[in-house]
């Protein structure tokens, strides 16, 4: 297996040998590296959610084309906000999605992985994350602010094989 650190596009040689000889052959090209696509992620909308009361909002995606692995962290204040939930949205309801909730730290890790690439033609939603209000926000004009951090992402079009 070899690994390419540098875009651009490669040739592939390949020789076969037995004892009447050998060929060799050379593919132009075959091998293209881009670099990791730029995706950005929008947080939850802000809203006001009483004490004790469920809210449900979405993680949207911009600029999705083809992308094999997308994960991403949200931080929260847990006094006020915990995460009871987090599922996959219809466009990657057949993506692998694994999601590891800390209400302790106030942290919330989402990663999406999909072989055959996870494509939208404008910001579509990939999660969709379900907030309970804690008792401690009764009465308080307190703001839970969530922060993405960590997002990372990876296109099937790293290494495209012709």
Do not use: W
Not at 35 to 46: D, K, M, N, R, S
Not at 65 to 75: G, K, P, R, V
Not at 82 to 90: A, G, H, I, L, S
């Amino acid at each position: 297996m070899h690994t390419y650190t540098s875009e651009g596009a490669y040739d592939v040689r390949l020789t076969v040998a037995n004892p009447y000889g050998d060929a060799t052959v050379t593919i132009k090209d075959c091998v293209v590296v881009s670099a990791t696509p730029a995706v950005e992620l929008t947080a939850p909308p802000t809203g006001r959610i009483s004490a004790n009361d469920f809210a449900e909002f979405a993680v949207t995606a911009d600029n999705l084309d083809n992308i094999t692995e997308l994960s991403f962290a949200i931080t929260y204040e847990p006094a006020f906000i915990t995460v009871e939930d987090v599922v996959p949205t219809p466009l990657v309801q057949e993506a692998d999605f694994e999601v590891t909730i800390d209400n302790i730290q106030g942290l919330v890790t989402v990663v999406l992985s999909d072989d055959g690439g996870i494509s939208a033609g404008s910001a579509a939603p990939v999660a969709d994350i379900t907030f309970r209000a804690t008792d401690t926000i009764e009465g308080l004009r307190e703001t839970a602010a969530l922060t993405i951090t960590d997002a990372t992402a990876r296109t099937g079009g790293v290494v495209n094989v012709r």
